[in-house]
């Protein structure tokens, strides 16, 4: 896919977070004459004005229609629907609409790229993924997951891959992405305030596969119709994962359910001998880490990294940051933040990593709402909470649904609920933080509720 040539052209970059200042400096560097435009103020959009070049226009606090209408080209942030009536009328009138991440791959002269979707586990498998091939070669690793594409190409960094973890959001702007392996993990009701249904949100994140060519690979879910469904319309070889027997090109845990800890996962290529690999790393613990190591070691395979350079990656892969991520310990509490789960799949795989058996868990759960019914928790709640805190907009919704299950009490923000967590739970308890909702009623993002958890939770563990 060659670069295209965007010297004096006029690039208009809707949205002012991490993806958009990206975006908006490649097109400056490559002789663009571009206009940034946010509904946010100035004081609202902070250090993200202080990134761009002196050359780029801004439009804040609202939007010019004639900044789009006018443009060559506009590029949307991931945040920012495409349904937006600027951006409709714009595409109306023929200009072309990119997602970043579309814009960045055209820099980036057909490095292989692993690009990595689903409803939950994108950030673990891509992360995990990322390090299995770095460990065979030089690798970028980013896109949803913290740094965004864009990067690499202004970088100018040597990479030999890239690993990228993708959201419905980004791939709605694709149009020659092209991904030598796409995965698709899973696909459960999401983002439900920006789609009309499920069906037009897998839609989105399908786009993934419908630029695939027959050499490529296309890796899905065994036990999720939707995603095979996904990954079958690709033109490329697809492969499975999951629980159950070994299949011909998949990754599979032998049992129905996951094995003890250092029980082995199968890789079977395609015409070839199976391969064993062990996992026995804790920061993997849990079934969804198992799903997601078996898609990870699939892609990392399937891109050629040899088989000990996969099973050194799993036994070295420290883990992410705010998913399950033991941050505090005193007192013999365990303090645990999931704040990455911000929706109520994502809970439910992180209450499930806990044994039951014994009410040990204070978990703490709230914040801005998806749409999306809590009444999925219920079947774990038992012999597993031991009480459940609420915060933010949501909680009124959440006591409704979960608080006949456990002893329940709103606690208003994060700070609140810390506090009374530390009230409540004793030697061999965890506090959980797996909020099952957004974290924009009180936070900036999920990153900025999990920290504060930590300096919470390690006040309260001395």
């Known amino acids: 896919m060659a670069a295209p040539e965007l010297k004096g052209t006029r690039v208009t970059v809707v949205g002012l977070a991490k993806s ?9 560097r490559e002789g663009a004459r571009v206009t940034v435009t946010d509904r946010r103020g100035e004081a609202e959009l902070g250090g993200a004005l202080a990134a761009l070049p002196a050359s780029v226009t801004r439009r804040l606090g609202g939007h010019d229609p004639a900044d789009f209408t006018g443009a060559d080209l506009v590029v949307a942030s991931p945040g920012v629907p495409l349904a937006n009536p600027e951006i409709q009328e714009a595409r109306r009138r023929g200009v072309p609409v ?3 991440v579309e814009l960045a791959a055209r820099f980036l002269g057909g490095l292989p790229i ?14 995990l993924t990322g390090a299995l091939l770095a460990r ?51 696909v459960t009701p999401d983002h439900l305030d920006r789609y009309a249904d499920v069906d037009a949100y897998a839609a989105a994140k399908a786009r993934l596969f419908a630029t695939q060519e027959p050499d490529d690979v296309a890796v899905a879910n065994a036990r999720d119709p939707r995603a095979l469904a996904m990954a079958g319309a690709s033109r490329g070889d697809l492969h499975t994962f999951g629980f159950g027997a070994p299949a011909p090109a998949s990754a599979r845990d032998e049992g129905g359910e996951p094995g003890p800890e250092g029980t082995a996962i199968w890789f079977t290529p395609r015409g070839r001998a199976p391969e064993r690999y062990q996992l026995r790393n804790r920061a993997l ?10 898609a990870a070691v699939l892609c990392a395979r399937l891109m050629g990294v040899p088989g000990e350079a996969v099973q050194a990656g799993l036994d070295a892969f ?71 805190l609420t915060i933010g907009e949501d909680a009124p919704a959440i006591e409704r649904e979960l608080g006949d299950l456990a002893p329940t009490e709103p606690c208003g923000d994060l700070a609140g609920a810390v506090r009374r967590a530390a009230v409540l739970s004793g030697p061999g308890d965890v506090v959980l933080l797996s909020p099952a909702c957004a974290s924009y009623d009180q936070f900036a993002n999920y990153e900025e509720r999990g920290e504060a958890f930590r300096r919470l939770a390690t006040e309260q563990a001395r």
């Open 20 to 28: 958009g200042v990206a975006a908006a400096r490649l097109c400056a």
């Open 98 to 100: 990119w997602g970043e």
């Open 114 to 127: 692993v690009g990595i979707t689903g409803t939950n586990g994108k950030s673990t498998t891509t992360a």
């Open 136 to 186: 065979d070669r030089r690798t970028f690793v980013g896109g949803n997951l913290g740094t965004p594409l864009s990067e690499l190409a202004l970088s100018g960094e040597p990479a030999d891959a890239a690993v990228v973890e993708l959201s419905s959001f980004q791939l709605e702007g694709i149009e020659r992405f092209r991904a030598r392996v796409a995965a698709v993990l899973n």
């Open 285 to 294: 613990r849990g079934r969804h880490n198992r799903e997601n190591a078996m």
């Open 318 to 388: 420290p883990g992410l940051h705010h998913r399950l991520e033991l941050v505090a310990e005193g007192r013999g509490v365990e303090w645990v933040n999931d704040s990455k789960a911000t929706n109520v799949d994502s809970t439910f795989v992180g209450l499930a990593a806990f044994p039951s058996g014994a009410p040990r868990v204070v978990l703490i759960m709230g914040g801005r709402g998806k749409k999306a019914p809590y009444a999925p928790l219920r079947p774990l709640f038992g012999g597993r909470v031991k009480a459940l």
